[in-house]
T-cell receptor
Framework: SQTIHQWPATLVQPVGSPLSLECTVEGTSNPNLYWYRQAAGRGLQLLFYSVGIGQISSEVPQNLSASRPQDRQFILSSKKLLLSDSGFYLC?????????FGSGTRLTVV | QQQVKQSPQSLIVQKGGIPIINCAYENTAFDYFPWYQQFPGKGPALLIAIRPDVSEKKEGRFTISFNKSAKQFSLHIMDSQPGDSATYFCAASGFQKLVFGTGTRLLVSP
């Protein structure tokens, strides 16, 4: 079965600072990978997905970017964080037909 | 067309009651409908899922009812327990993506 590793679990960053969140997947190869964001008390919004190395699709225009340098590695980045980037960031992998989620990163921008 | 509408937003039932959460979708290309359970500070965990060629699926105390013609599906929790108190999300999968409903916060009182 798949395991998704996300780190760090919590992060407090000042406005204007850069961001790098990493997600790695074990137990599968060539997975579809996803980044979701969940604002406090809200649903899950799909930010990016990737069907392969170097292939990134963006769902909403925003201050964030994603990269997939290796088959089982997915990175979420920002050059300059905004207050509105605060939230709970979740990485997911598609295991046909289902999806498995990581434990998430709680990002607070101050 | 890729939205999933979920109701109610919140729900309180007594122990032993049967909470019902409803979802509706628009795009008939969705081909997989999972339900996720999320506890505070954790990632969503797959609870139960159904494909559109089946009208009902039961796993333990959890049942999905699926109405393909109405494009609606619902989650029933039989003999609900305080430990079931969590946020529940319906979702629909298609186009390489998983789209979530807005979530239902369930509280099961002792």
């Amino acid at each position: 079965s798949q395991t998704i590793h996300q780190w760090p679990a919590t992060l407090v960053q000042p406005v204007g600072s850069p961001l790098s969140l990493e997600c790695t997947v074990e137990g599968t190869s060539n997975p579809n990978l996803y980044w979701y964001r969940q604002a406090a008390g809200r649903g899950l919004q799909l930010l990016f997905y990737s069907v392969g190395i170097g292939q990134i699709s963006s769902e909403v225009p925003q201050n964030l970017s994603a990269s997939r340098p290796q088959d089982r590695q997915f990175i979420l980045s920002s050059k300059k964080l905004l207050l509105s980037d605060s939230g709970f960031y979740l990485c997911a992998s598609r295991t046909d037909p289902g999806y498995t989620f990581g434990s998430g990163t709680r990002l607070t921008v101050v | 067309q890729q939205q999933v509408k979920q109701s109610p937003q919140s729900l309180i039932v007594q122990k032993g009651g049967i909470p019902i959460i409803n979802c509706a979708y628009e795009n008939t290309a969705f081909d997989y409908f999972p339900w996720y359970q999320q506890f505070p500070g954790k990632g969503p965990a797959l609870l139960i899922a159904i494909r559109p060629d089946v009208s009902e699926k039961k796993e333990g105390r959890f049942t999905i009812s699926f109405n393909k013609s109405a494009k609606q599906f619902s989650l029933h929790i039989m003999d609900s327990q305080p430990g079931d108190s969590a946020t529940y999300f319906c979702a629909a999968s298609g186009f390489q993506k998983l789209v979530f409903g807005t979530g239902t916060r369930l509280l099961v009182s002792p």
